[in-house]
């Protein structure tokens, strides 16, 4: 669906807001929205709401050979999709660009960054590696896709847990989850982007633009950082010049909500360890709030099924035995069998050749009515090369040489037929000569061969 | 089968929920919706299963590519997305079950030449997928509006080695001879899809089918209470 444009009015509203130091949902410049980080029930997944923002993060592992010149370390692999559901214009063929840029981002800051330790993931050096594969999608988009699919990645990283290997020698144990618990990756620091628009070239900034200031924004700078304030990542796309000040000004912003977002994190962190520890209710279920109208729950619920076999034996009673079904199927290779007649065929004019073909040992499966025809005449030469084209007691087994399809098919117009073929196909060329021929042919491919 | 026991310990790898494991008659888990929990889409909904949870959402009816155009009635497309990697064929031929399910019950007729687009996420996989695919995809249909001629439902039974029929099992349970998965519409419980994998006989399937509508009709309780809770004045 192509993007609803943006009213002019609209614009210059929220612009004009903006020079008023107003944000449309009542935000402060520097405000970010509610964060709101959930747990599934098996590691590694996690949904991450930024206000309105939804992004859904999964890690899994898997274990492979390494690449060649890393061959002590693990993979990681990030994959940012944009579902679409998560707005209208995301086509699949449309979104190439915007999501080029933002795997790009994920990927300068949390591969390049080094925020997950790749030696820890080495099990045999040059043999095994695991390979941690993570997956966001993108489930609504009200803006700022790239701070939330930051926290989710990272969140999921920290969430997940790897199963245990043991080496020995050259033998390499897995276990399951169940023999030994599934161990962490280990996690050197949280890199989380934050994301600044800027508005008028530059002369207005605003933290966590949603949907609709992206849309007016001039520029956007990025900064990936730590909550030990180092900046892992830093990108301005847009176009727009900053001064070196506004620069550091947005830097020392970051590194604030950094630390907000990473204290946030890890509270998140330790209510889920606790919640599974003690043995309560965790996983998304638990996550729908109660109060709200648009969510119901119901318990488990008890379903009687004594009448069941009752019921089903009332309808096979009632049933009409099913019609008979003819299993014999037809071997015309071995390899090649037909099992059926398939649906009559409707193209008429092309029947005469299909009759000489089939004497001559037309051999293929008839798989579709549409396509029948056309296979019947190409076949024949295919056929040609292949041994076995059938006579009845040729081999000496019995074969059902079914001309049904013959009888089925309703000859048109016999006498217009002999020219029609000859312009249609060049196989059927062939198959104008007497039956014989072709018998002839098959025998001399078949000597040599 | 699993050895069922009664006690209230909650199993750590069973399900997160807690949920003690199922009696010898035959249940279905804890279920839960919220619907319009996405600003995007015309309609939203998140079905769970126990621990299986799909995500749908539904745009439409809306302006569709003139190669895709119907003359007189609207565009169905459903789109289903994995959690973990691209989407592979599985995922096509489960697209494709949702899609004539659905065209069987909205009324296309009354949007011609628009597109209804149907978006599943799979958030988390724990049995019973498709029908817990299809009761999202209803309940989204239903928040955004689209005209339908009725309600439907998936509901899930596997046939185990010894006959035993398990409803809405779970991904253990699925690992037994057969899985069934049956979509029901609501006003006669009729049959409006059914999609088998394994070894069965035709009894067990009519077994299956009508344990399937007896089941059906708590969903569509389900249904209509979590609907009447977002509806009614009181």
Redesign the interface.
């Known amino acids: 669906?192509?993007e609803t444009p943006l009213s002019n009015c609209e614009r210059r509203f929220l612009l004009r807001a903006i020079e008023e130091k107003k944000r449309l949902d009542g935000r402060q410049t520097y405000d970010y929205r509610n964060i709101r980080i959930s747990f599934?029930?098996?590691y590694g997944?996690c949904?991450v709401e930024l206000g309105?923002t939804?992004v859904?993060g999964?890690v899994?592992c898997e274990l492979v050979s390494p690449k060649l010149n890393r061959a002590t370390e693990g993979i990681l692999f990030f994959n940012l999709?944009l579902?679409?559901?998560?707005?209208?214009a995301f086509e699949p063929g449309r979104q190439s660009d915007l999501l080029v840029k933002l795997n790009r981002l994920m990927e300068r800051c949390l591969r390049n960054s080094k925020c997950i330790d790749t030696e820890s993931l080495c099990v045999v050096a040059g043999e095994k590696v695991w390979q941690i594969?993570v997956?966001l999608?993108l489930?609504?988009?009200?803006g700022n896709i790239i701070d939330a699919a930051s926290i989710a990645a990272i969140v999921a990283l920290c969430h997940f847990r790897r199963p245990d290997v043991s080496v020995q020698g050259d033998e390499v144990t897995l276990y399951t989850?169940?023999e030994r618990d599934p161990v962490p990756l280990s996690i050197h620091h949280m890199p989380i982007c934050v994301s600044f628009a800027f508005f008028q070239q530059g002369t207005y900034l605003l933290v966590d633009p949603n949907e609709r200031e992206e849309r007016v924004m001039d520029g956007l700078l990025v900064i990936a950082m730590n909550k030990h304030r180092e900046i892992c990542t830093i990108q301005s796309s847009g176009g727009i010049m900053l001064l070196k000040d506004q620069v550091l000004r947005c830097s020392k912003i970051a590194g604030v909500k950094v630390a907000e977002i990473t204290e946030l994190i890890l509270k998140a962190l330790e209510n889920d360890q606790k919640v599974?520890k003690e043995?309560?209710?965790?996983?998304?279920?638990?996550s729908?709030a109660n109060q709200?109208?648009?969510?119901?729950?119901?318990?488990?619920?008890?379903?009687?099924?004594s009448?069941?076999?009752e019921?089903?034996?009332e309808?096979?009673a009632e049933a009409e035995p099913p019609s008979e079904v003819v299993s014999t199927p037809v071997l015309w290779t071995p390899g090649t069998a037909q099992i059926g007649e398939g649906v009559e065929n409707s193209w008429g004019d092309l029947e005469d050749s299909e009759k000489e073909d089939d004497e001559g040992g037309g051999d293929q499966a008839i798989i579709l009515d549409g396509i029948k025809m056309d296979t019947g005449v190409e076949v024949s030469d295919i056929g040609s090369q292949e041994l076995g084209f059938h006579h009845v007691g040729q081999t000496g087994l019995e074969f059902l040489t079914s001309d049904s399809e013959e009888e089925e098919m309703i000859i048109l117009e016999p006498d217009k037929n002999p020219k029609k073929i000859r312009t249609q196909t060049t196989s059927a060329k062939q198959e104008k000569a007497p039956s014989k021929k072709p018998v002839k042919r098959r025998k001399k491919k078949r000597a040599a061969n | 089968m699993e050895e069922e026991t009664h006690t209230d310990a909650?199993i750590?790898?069973e399900?997160?929920?807690?949920?003690?494991p199922?009696?010898p008659?035959?249940?279905?888990?804890?279920?839960?919706?919220?619907?319009?929990?996405?600003?995007?889409?015309d309609g939203?909904a998140?079905f769970?299963q126990g621990?299986t949870?799909v995500?749908?959402?539904v745009?439409g009816p809306?302006?569709v590519k003139v190669s895709k155009e119907i003359f007189n009635k609207a565009t169905l497309e459903v789109?289903l997305?994995p959690?973990?990697?691209l989407p592979g064929v599985a995922e096509k031929s489960r697209e494709r079950l949702i899609r004539n399910t659905c065209e069987a019950v909205v009324l296309g007729t009354l949007h011609p030449r628009t597109?209804i687009?149907v978006?599943l996420?799979v958030?988390?996989d724990?049995g019973s997928l498709l029908a817990c695919c299809l009761n999202a995809a209803c309940m989204a249909l239903v928040d955004a509006g689209v005209p339908m001629r009725a309600l439907f439902c998936g509901v899930a039974c596997a046939l185990d080695s010894d006959g035993t029929?398990v409803?809405d099992p779970t991904s253990k349970q699925e690992k037994a001879r057969a899985v069934l998965t049956f979509a029901l519409d609501s006003v006669e419980r009729k049959l409006l899809m059914s999609s088998t994998k394994g070894l069965y006989s035709?009894?067990?399937l009519?077994?299956c089918?009508?344990?399937a509508q007896?089941?059906s009709q708590?969903v569509f309780r389900?249904y209509r209470?979590?609907l009447q809770?977002?509806y009614s004045k009181s």
């Open positions: 669906m192509k599934g029930t098996d997944c949904i309105k939804r859904l999964q899994s999709e579902s679409q559901m998560a707005a209208p594969r997956d999608h489930l609504n988009h009200d989850p169940e599974r043995g309560g209710k965790f996983g998304f279920a638990e729908i709200r109208i648009t969510a119901f729950k119901m318990e488990k619920a008890p379903i009687d099924t009448d069941v076999e019921k089903a034996e309808i096979i | 909650k750590r790898a399900n997160g929920t807690g949920s003690s199922r009696g008659g035959c249940s279905l888990r804890h279920f839960a919706c919220e619907q319009n929990l996405l600003s995007r889409p939203s998140s769970l621990d949870s995500l749908a959402g745009y809306a302006e789109i997305r959690k973990i990697g597109s687009t978006v996420q958030v988390s724990a029929l409803l035709d009894t067990e009519q077994q089918l009508a344990a007896a089941a708590h389900f209470e979590s809770r977002r």
